[in-house]
């Protein structure tokens, strides 16, 4: 029934992907790899396709692939995305490791076009991103398919259960489904996976953010004998419930600077006003820049791409998201910078990695009044604070290091099928 559906759909697939191309929202020179069609050769030897669907699980592979490649250098690796942003990435990111294309659309025939052109001798699917053709077509034409750092978020779980079989059929053809904690693993049992088990979780695999050592050069002696924290990714509610924290813990620790980085840096101005309102002194990191007064009681960062160099500067690192029913934001980057970081309940986005995290003593925060406990603890006893930064690290190590014989396990010919 699907089946016949996406080919009776195709058309208005077809007319949807010119649409964007005439609107400049598709690539101009590639669209026809929506439709199964190669814009490159297929070198020789064997393929070993990802599909990453978008940015966040793109990201997460950069890591492993760079190892699947140093220890197989004569695969081919071959990486389809969704997204123009996740095509960029790879672009920017994985030079010399793989090639990429856009995946085509879940229409048989063009499926059939894009598998019978690339011949891929292993599939791997990161996260959730599966497609009922590709997944059959797959298993007809014999090759492997493993899920990779299966994820299945609460409403996800609840969509599939409302259509077990077809989930069933699906998740049956998988040789290997990985899952990145015990709960997607038991929920990959229960839809009708055969073959389950659990791997760390490749977003422990996201290399370390960037740093402007300009900005660090510059900062760091304004910040001598301050205590500085960071609230990073944070959302609209969020900033108001920053600025409280702030105004009761600078009346015990006078010499306190709170460094905000919106999600959307382009708000920065309009929190500086906020901020002025509640009787604080915020600039935005732009003005902060030119002159800096260390009596400021902080300020808001409003560039892109600056979250390495401001965990690098601070002591203590609150991911947000997370007192909003947003989902929160990736814990995992600070532990790079060994900071020990906190976040508040509603972190389902990253769930699984945050059970991992408890094991350095971290967890979620039920609301500002703990946020304050928790910042003015560890302020006062920087021993504590700094063991917390190097456990998370060395639990980050760890995921890392199991990623190498997790490949060797992976790794199959085309005559051997994975344990």
Same mark, same amino acid.
């Given at each position: *029934?699907?089946?016949?559906?996406?080919? #009776?759909?195709?058309? &208005?697939?077809?007319?949807?992907?010119?649409?964007?191309?005439?609107?400049?929202?598709?690539?101009?020179?590639?669209?026809?790899?929506? %439709?199964?069609?190669?814009?490159?050769?297929?070198?020789?030897?064997?393929?070993?396709?990802?599909?990453?669907?978008?940015?966040?699980?793109?990201?997460?592979?950069?890591?492993?692939?760079?190892?699947?490649?140093?220890?197989?250098?004569?695969?081919?690796?071959?990486?389809?995305?969704?997204?123009?942003?996740? #095509?960029?990435?790879?672009?920017? @990111?994985?030079?010399?490791?793989?090639?990429?294309?856009?995946?085509?659309?879940?229409?048989?025939?063009?499926?059939? +076009?894009?598998?019978?052109?690339?011949?891929?001798?292993?599939?791997? %699917?990161?996260?959730?991103?599966?497609?009922?053709?590709?997944?059959?077509?797959?298993? @007809?034409?014999?090759?492997?398919?493993?899920?990779?750092?299966? $994820?299945?978020?609460?409403?996800?779980?609840?969509?599939?259960?409302?259509?077990?079989?077809? #989930?069933?059929?699906?998740?049956? !053809?998988?040789?290997?489904? &990985?899952?990145?904690?015990?709960?997607?693993?038991? $929920?990959?049992?229960?839809?009708?996976?055969?073959?389950?088990?659990?791997?760390?979780?490749?977003?422990?695999?996201?290399?370390?953010?960037?740093?402007?050592?300009?900005?660090?050069?510059?900062?760091?002696?304004?910040?001598?004998?301050?205590?500085?924290?960071?609230?990073?990714?944070?959302? =609209?509610?969020?900033?108001?419930?920053?600025?409280?924290?702030? !105004?009761?813990?600078?009346?015990?620790? =006078?010499?306190?600077?709170?460094?905000?980085?919106?999600?959307?840096?382009? +708000?920065?101005?309009? &929190?500086?006003?906020?901020?002025?309102? &509640?009787?604080?002194?915020?600039?935005?990191?732009?003005?902060?820049?030119?002159?800096?007064?260390?009596?400021?009681?902080? %300020?808001?960062?409003?560039?892109?791409? @600056?979250?390495?160099? %401001?965990?690098?500067?601070?002591?203590?690192?609150? *991911?947000?998201?997370?007192?909003?029913?947003?989902?929160?934001?990736? =814990?995992?980057?600070?532990?790079?910078?060994?900071?020990?970081?906190?976040?508040?309940?509603? *972190?389902?986005?990253? +769930?699984?990695?945050?059970?991992?995290?408890?094991?350095?003593?971290?967890?979620?925060?039920?609301?500002?009044?703990?946020?304050?406990?928790?910042?003015?603890?560890?302020?006062?006893?920087?021993?504590? +604070?700094?063991?917390?930064?190097?456990?998370?690290?060395?639990?980050? *190590?760890? !995921?890392? !290091?199991?990623?190498? @014989?997790?490949?060797?396990?992976?790794?199959?010919?085309?005559?051997?099928?994975?344990?």
């Amino acid at each position: *029934m699907y089946a016949a559906l996406s080919i #009776a759909l195709s058309p &208005l697939i077809w007319l949807y992907v010119h649409y964007r191309r005439l609107k400049g929202l598709d690539d101009q020179n590639r669209f026809k790899e929506r %439709f199964g069609y190669a814009s490159l050769p297929r070198p020789e030897g064997r393929i070993v396709w990802f599909h990453s669907a978008s940015v966040g699980e793109t990201l997460s592979l950069r890591s492993f692939l760079s190892e699947w490649h140093a220890r197989y250098p004569n695969d081919n690796i071959l990486i389809t995305t969704t997204t123009i942003t996740a #095509a960029k990435i790879v672009k920017d @990111q994985f030079q010399g490791i793989a090639i990429h294309q856009f995946v085509p659309f879940d229409v048989t025939l063009w499926v059939n +076009r894009f598998l019978n052109y690339w011949k891929p001798d292993q599939a791997f %699917f990161v996260d959730s991103e599966l497609w009922p053709n590709i997944v059959r077509t797959c298993k @007809q034409k014999n090759i492997p398919l493993v899920l990779l750092n299966a $994820r299945l978020s609460d409403r996800s779980y609840k969509r599939w259960k409302c259509v077990p079989a077809l #989930a069933g059929s699906l998740l049956s !053809q998988f040789r290997l489904c &990985l899952a990145p904690g015990i709960e997607t693993e038991e $929920r990959l049992k229960a839809l009708g996976a055969k073959n389950v088990g659990i791997m760390a979780n490749l977003k422990f695999s996201v290399p370390p953010l960037p740093v402007n050592q300009a900005y660090i050069d510059y900062f760091a002696p304004i910040f001598e004998q301050k205590h500085i924290w960071i609230a990073a990714s944070t959302h =609209p509610g969020e900033e108001e419930l920053i600025f409280n924290v702030h !105004q009761t813990l600078k009346r015990k620790l =006078p010499n306190l600077i709170t460094i905000i980085a919106p999600r959307h840096p382009h +708000r920065a101005e309009a &929190l500086v006003k906020k901020a002025s309102a &509640l009787g604080l002194t915020f600039q935005t990191l732009a003005s902060a820049l030119s002159r800096f007064d260390s009596n400021n009681d902080g %300020f808001i960062v409003d560039e892109i791409g @600056q979250l390495g160099t %401001f965990y690098t500067l601070s002591d203590i690192v609150f *991911m947000g998201g997370s007192l909003i029913p947003h989902g929160g934001h990736n =814990p995992i980057e600070p532990a790079h910078f060994k900071k020990p970081v906190f976040y508040g309940i509603h *972190m389902h986005n990253f +769930r699984e990695v945050c059970q991992v995290l408890t094991q350095a003593g971290v967890r979620a925060l039920n609301n500002e009044n703990e946020l304050v406990e928790v910042l003015y603890n560890l302020f006062k006893e920087p021993e504590k +604070r700094l063991k917390i930064g190097e456990d998370l690290y060395s639990i980050l *190590m760890a !995921q890392q !290091q199991s990623q190498t @014989q997790l490949i060797e396990n992976l790794w199959c010919d085309s005559a051997n099928a994975i344990a």
